[in-house]
């Protein structure tokens, strides 16, 4: 997470990838987001790679996912684009992030297996948190459905930990000790 700070703070990482250009210091004006859009995309690296020295719960169990994740990198990856789309005005943000990054993945030659990754990660970064905060994460169609949705082990395992990291970027405290319960547990049942 520093040196992708350092990397925007330079301006080195919008000459490699000139997508994120399109949020720097882009405010969104809504109830819960308390930073620009650049700076929350790098608060959820922050908040991925900090679960690596996790020592309390229920980190220690995202600690532990993260630890199963073969390519963290292309995870980074994933956060790293996730919302570049809302530099984007008059289309949907996640269609249009995903536009973006399938441009930066090719331009780079990100393997095909890794692009998939990324732009199923983010075509469906809001998917678990929606379903923790509109839905009974306990209800066997809940779990069905998301089950359905993100299809494999792997999927599930990027997604929480996106999930995880994008939700406790919102603001200082978002991610509440209910919540990341909450996240964990629909991430169990998902997962049986």
């Given at each position: 997470p520093l040196a992708a700070r350092a990397m925007h703070e330079t301006g080195v990482l919008s000459a490699i990838f000139p997508e994120f250009e399109r949020i720097e210091c882009l405010v969104v004006r809504d109830f819960y987001h308390r930073y620009t859009v650049d700076e929350h995309t790098l608060v959820t690296l922050q908040n991925l790679w900090s679960l690596r020295d996790?020592?309390?719960a229920p980190?220690?169990?995202f600690?532990?996912?993260l630890a199963e994740i073969k390519e963290p990198g292309v995870v980074a990856f994933a956060m790293l684009f996730h919302d570049t789309g809302k530099g984007t005005p008059g289309e949907g943000h996640v269609t249009a992030s995903l536009r973006l990054a399938e441009d930066a993945t090719t331009r780079i030659r990100?393997?095909?297996q890794d692009r998939e990754l990324v732009l199923f990660l983010i075509g469906h970064h809001l998917e678990l948190s929606a379903a923790m905060q509109s839905?009974?994460?306990f209800d066997p169609q809940t779990?069905?459905?998301v089950a359905?949705?993100?299809a494999t082990v792997e999927r599930l395992k990027a997604l929480t930990l996106v999930t995880y990291a994008d939700i406790s970027a919102v603001f200082p405290g978002c991610m509440t000790p209910w919540r990341a319960e909450q996240l964990w547990q629909l991430y169990l049942k998902v997962y049986n």
């Amino acid at each position: 997470p520093l040196a992708a700070r350092a990397m925007h703070e330079t301006g080195v990482l919008s000459a490699i990838f000139p997508e994120f250009e399109r949020i720097e210091c882009l405010v969104v004006r809504d109830f819960y987001h308390r930073y620009t859009v650049d700076e929350h995309t790098l608060v959820t690296l922050q908040n991925l790679w900090s679960l690596r020295d996790a020592e309390e719960a229920p980190l220690r169990s995202f600690r532990d996912l993260l630890a199963e994740i073969k390519e963290p990198g292309v995870v980074a990856f994933a956060m790293l684009f996730h919302d570049t789309g809302k530099g984007t005005p008059g289309e949907g943000h996640v269609t249009a992030s995903l536009r973006l990054a399938e441009d930066a993945t090719t331009r780079i030659r990100m393997p095909a297996q890794d692009r998939e990754l990324v732009l199923f990660l983010i075509g469906h970064h809001l998917e678990l948190s929606a379903a923790m905060q509109s839905r009974d994460v306990f209800d066997p169609q809940t779990i069905r459905d998301v089950a359905h949705r993100v299809a494999t082990v792997e999927r599930l395992k990027a997604l929480t930990l996106v999930t995880y990291a994008d939700i406790s970027a919102v603001f200082p405290g978002c991610m509440t000790p209910w919540r990341a319960e909450q996240l964990w547990q629909l991430y169990l049942k998902v997962y049986n």
